[in-house]
């Protein structure tokens, strides 16, 4: 078949950081200073392929994830500029770091888009942020 492949690929990785928070104007437990071992997963998409066949070199995304997180990890997410008035949920930060990568990628890239970005919490209490 000659032409543009029809289709849409998808290509995610995932990492982690640990960081520290409170939820402001929240009634329960999580308005104290407490931790999380997050795990993220960045969802990127496109639908043309380099010349070796691939939608994104997964180094690059790793790259930008890893560059991403290492700005939150071991830090106390309250006091972070994007969370310094907006409450450092999980769903707030995965927006952050969609936006994050999104302009990273987009910069090199504009044909790949963010898809989604999962922040899990715990094994089983995630969101996922899309656009």
Known sequence: MKGKIKGTFELTVESHFSAAHKLRDYN?????LHG????????IHGEELNNQGMLYDFREIKKYLKDTLDELD??????????????????????????QIDSLIGKEKPRINVKSVTVFESPRAYVKYSE
């Open 36 to 43: 999380h071992n997050f795990n993220v997963q960045v969802t």
């Open 28 to 32: 329960g437990a999580c308005s104290r």
């Open 74 to 99: 071991h830090n106390f997410l309250n006091e972070l500029s994007p969370f310094i008035k907006e409450n450092p949920t999980s769903e707030n930060t995965a927006k952050w770091i969609f936006k």
